[in-house]
Nanobody
Framework: RVQLVESGGGSVQAGGSLRLSCAAS????????MGWFRQAPGKEREGVAV?????????YYADSVKGRFTISHDNRENTVYLQMNSLKPEDTAMYYC???????????????????WGQGTQVTVSS
């Protein structure tokens, strides 16, 4: 029902910045939840940030990225962004965009709540 395509990943030195984009298509309702997750080799997938695409565009962040990452949404372009500043080597991972039509109360950093996923974009931070 929703197609997601991520872009913007790359390699950056510690302390640098990257901006990830997730282009969405196939949905018409504004009542939607979209988020960013990441997975490093040998580690479980973890939630990074989510945004409720509805009234108020409520956001939620993992403690590890709060204050450094910012999630936003462009309604006209149907694109979700993740601005990543002050990047650390531990941020290195494959970053995935996810989307689901769920209530704001479930729009959180839990991967099993989402059924639509992008292909991922690699982020590598070197020290």
């Amino acid at each position: 029902r929703v197609q997601l395509v991520e872009s913007g990943g790359g390699s950056v030195q510690a302390g640098g910045s990257l901006r990830l984009s997730c282009a969405a298509s196939g949905y018409t309702s504004s009542n939607n939840c979209m988020g960013w997750f990441r997975q490093a080799p040998g580690k479980e997938r973890e939630g990074v940030a989510v945004i409720y695409i509805g009234g108020g565009s409520r956001t939620y962040y993992a403690d590890s990225v709060k204050g450094r990452f910012t999630i936003s949404h462009d309604n006209r372009e149907n694109t979700v962004y993740l601005q990543m500043n002050s990047l650390k080597p531990e941020d290195t991972a494959m970053y995935y965009c996810a989307a689901e039509w769920i209530s704001w109360g479930r729009c959180r950093l839990v991967d099993y709540e989402y059924s639509n996923w992008g292909q991922g974009t690699q982020v590598t931070v070197s020290s």
